[in-house]
């Protein structure tokens, strides 16, 4: 079986060519081996599922459940996000603003003023790791 070439974080296209190659020279009701569904997995780090599953030709629910299982195999396809401390005292006149955005594209805006004791470690987990 012939493989093309796939850059260490590939694009839709490049896996749609993999997907190709590997269908014209296997039987239509194959199983797709692993590391293809793999390739199509760590695409859920900058598509839907929706997108990914058709563009791919792939089956919705089998491509959502072979993320599911992977999210340490997408963890380590993207780029770790640099830790950021605020280091300014919080006053009374104090104010700061976060803006956060998850994979699935959701936001949360928090905007702290004053003394205030917030966990916002524990809250980022919570906002970063919830299922859609």
């Known amino acids: 079986m ?68 992977a999210p340490a195999k997408l963890a380590n396809k993207t780029a770790p996000q640099p830790f950021v401390e605020f280091p300014f005292p919080y006053t009374r006149e104090s104010e700061c603003l976060i803006d956060m955005e998850n994979r699935h594209g959701d936001r949360m805006l928090i905007r702290l003023s004053g003394e205030r004791t917030l966990d916002l470690l524990s809250l980022g987990k919570a906002f970063w790791g919830r299922e859609p």
């Open 2 to 69: 012939d493989q093309l070439e796939v850059s260490p974080c590939p694009t839709l296209e490049e896996v749609r060519k993999q997907l190709e190659v590997w269908r014209d020279d296997n039987k239509p009701r194959s199983p797709i081996p692993s590391r293809l569904w793999d390739l199509a997995a760590s695409l859920a780090t900058r598509h839907s599922v929706h997108e990914i599953s058709r563009a791919l030709r792939l089956n919705y629910a089998k491509l959502k459940n072979q993320i599911g299982m």
